[in-house]
């Protein structure tokens, strides 16, 4: 009879395979006797060896098939249900955003809808609300990708005006646009599912946090609250009294305003980013603010053993991509207001290459080149995100 462990920090149930065998030597032993040999060089210690992994296998089935009921460790289907419970759904594809500057006469008013493009890629960019070229003559603005999937685009690469808007003159992306994705992946889903949560929370600050996190191309959102009636800085944020301040990984400007109205009556905003919204009831415009990340583009370098992997320097990079990006299963890779740990990256390339060994990793900002390179982790501000590009990757094969 198979029996199971309860592990109670996480929720999971795991068979218990040292039990397992013993009892299945047990059962041989009655019949053919105490003294038997169970070494697995004899006949009989094949068929034990045999029968144990035959149980194991079925016991290992029995706890996966157990464990979909744990929200947070089911997956396909099961996970599905799960969440369905609560009143969530699986994400569907999801178009990238980007935040575009544009230029040109004042007064000029640019459609929603109107395209620009990608000049490296071409990949064709829409806007998503209507602009109007401001006292200034330069706006910033929310699109979104054509495409639906990861859809990448580089600082500066956005520069070609594809609708012919009379008046509106260039434009232009100073930030890397937030890739989307296709359909939510099962590790993406249940991390959205525990942030939507909070959506019939009583705190305001995980209800906040939910509301804007359950937004569609929003990667991750940072939350800090000034309850004095003095301005401070809290965790490298000045905030003003009495006030909220959140940071925002991906998003549409617009749509991030009108959920941040979660937030309780009067209290302020702090941020660089203003957005105008208008109360539906009262037609009050209120003026939101709040943050976008500032990027901190990183070095990596991964010393490694490898065993018959033919492509292992290019499989060790796309493996360290990978962990960036969040896709590797309790790992949040460089998120928003993470710190960017080199044990980290090296434990989600091991765990993604069975047959790769990582002896060391070393990383350093881009700011201060490889001569900086260290083992220690880089803290970041709850307002920066550590990137990663594959040419800043270096791999060294031992």
């Known amino acids: 009879m198979a029996t199971y462990e309860y592990i109670t920090s996480n929720g999971t149930i795991v068979p218990d395979t040292a039990s397992i065998q013993a009892d299945v030597i047990a059962e041989y032993q009655e019949v053919y006797g105490s003294d ?16 144990t992994t035959s149980r194991i296998s079925v016991a290992r089935n029995n706890a996966l098939l157990a464990n979909q009921i744990n929200p947070n460790q089911a997956t396909g289907v099961f996970l599905d249900a799960d969440y369905a419970l609560m009143g969530g759904k699986r994400d569907a594809a999801e178009q990238s955003t980007v935040e575009c500057t544009l230029t040109g006469v004042v007064g000029t008013v640019i459609p929603a809808g109107s395209f620009v493009q990608d000049v490296v890629t071409n990949f064709t960019w829409q806007l998503v609300d209507e602009t109007t070229i401001p006292t200034g ?12 999937g990861a859809i990448d685009a580089a600082p500066g690469d956005i520069t070609k005006i594809v609708s012919g808007v009379v008046g509106w003159e260039t434009v232009t992306n100073a930030a890397s646009a937030v890739p989307g994705k296709t359909e939510q992946s099962d590790i993406s889903t249940r991390k959205q599912r525990q942030f939507e949560i909070g959506q019939n929370s009583k705190s305001n600050a995980f209800s906040i946090k939910a509301a804007i996190s359950a937004l569609d191309g929003v990667a991750a959102v940072s939350y800090r609250e000034n309850v004095e009636n003095i301005t401070q800085t809290i965790d490298g944020v000045l905030m003003v009294p009495h006030s909220n301040y959140v940071c925002v990984d991906g998003g549409v400007d617009s749509e991030i ?3 941040y109205q979660i937030k309780s009556g009067g209290s302020n905003y702090n941020g660089s980013v203003i957005e105008p919204y208008t109360d539906p009831d009262s037609g009050q415009v209120i003026n939101v603010k709040f943050d976008r990340p500032t990027e901190k583009p990183m070095l990596v370098q ?21 962990y960036a ?53 880089i803290t970041n501000e709850i307002f920066e995100k550590a990137t990663i590009q594959e040419s800043n990757i270096e791999v060294i094969i031992l």
């Open 257 to 259: 305003a009108e959920a």
């Open 36 to 51: 038997i040999s169970t070494d697995t060089s004899t006949e009989i210690g094949r068929q034990i060896d045999a029968e």
């Open 325 to 377: 990006n969040g896709e590797v299963d309790g790992e949040n890779g460089f998120a928003l207001g993470e710190d960017t740990s080199p044990f980290e990256i090296g434990s989600a390339v091991n765990v993604q290459l069975s047959d790769v060994f990582v002896n060391k990793v070393q990383i350093a900002t881009v700011a201060a080149g490889v001569g900086a390179y260290s083992t220690d982790t």
């Open 137 to 148: 003559n330069t706006i910033d603005a929310s699109f979104r990708s054509v495409d639906f």
């Open 302 to 322: 991964v010393t490694a053993k490898v065993g018959a992997s033919t492509n292992a320097v290019q499989d060790i990079k796309d493996a360290v991509i990978s």
